[in-house]
Every structure is written in structure tokens, then in C-alpha cells.
Nanobody
């Protein structure tokens, strides 16, 4: 059984920063891809960023230069450092881990960017 637990969401003013964390537990193979997705009200879930177990990263265009994804393989934890936040970044952020067709999700953490 794989579990993902996100933390670090909250309310932040435009231009501010937040750091999300996601701890994974269970039977997770050494080679996997962890990532962050988000879903804003009334919209579909979308990719934010992913990082492989060897450190290869992928960002969607709207976060490039503002968000940084990283991971600690020893802790099976993935992070998302979010800077220069905008109101349109408001969403529930979901952690994801996948490998060889297996796909697991966390329950999400709410990020609200508002003055």
C-alpha cells in the first residue's frame, strides 16, 4: 500500500512564497517519478512539475522560473518551492508518484494566493 501525504499549503499574498512537501511510504521501487499537479476550482487537474529518481525535472510553462521541484530519495519525499506566487496559482496541489504503469495520488493541499 502506497501513501502520499502532502503538507505546506496555506494562504499567501501575491508575490509570496510557499514550500510544499510530500512524503511517500509503502512499497515504492527505486526508479520512479514523483510530481506535483494542481486543480483550480472549475478546472481540470494539470501538471505542475515532475522529477525522476535520478533528478530529471520537467516543468509546465506557467511555473518555469518561479517554482522548483526537488526530492530526497532517502526519505522518499518530494518538495515544491513556489516563489513569486500569483492569484492564478490558487488551487489544490496534489502529489503523485508513478512507475511502470502504477500511479498513486495524495489527498491534496490547498494553496490560496490572495491579498
Amino acid at each position: 500500500q502506497v501513501q502520499l501525504v502532502e503538507s505546506g499549503g496555506g494562504l499567501v499574498q501575491p508575490g509570496g512564497s510557499l514550500r510544499l512537501s510530500c512524503a511517500a511510504s509503502g512499497s515504492i521501487p527505486r526508479f520512479n517519478v514523483m510530481g506535483w499537479y494542481r486543480q483550480a476550482p472549475g478546472k481540470e487537474r494539470e501538471l505542475v512539475a515532475t522529477i525522476s529518481s535520478v533528478g530529471t525535472t520537467n516543468y509546465t510553462d506557467f511555473v518555469k522560473g518561479r517554482f522548483t521541484i526537488s526530492r530526497d530519495n532517502a526519505k522518499n519525499t518530494v518538495y515544491l518551492q513556489m516563489n513569486s506566487l500569483k492569484p492564478e496559482d490558487t488551487a489544490v496541489y496534489y502529489c503523485n508518484v508513478q512507475w511502470w504503469g502504477m500511479n498513486y495520488w495524495g489527498k491534496g493541499t490547498l494553496v490560496t494566493v490572495s491579498s
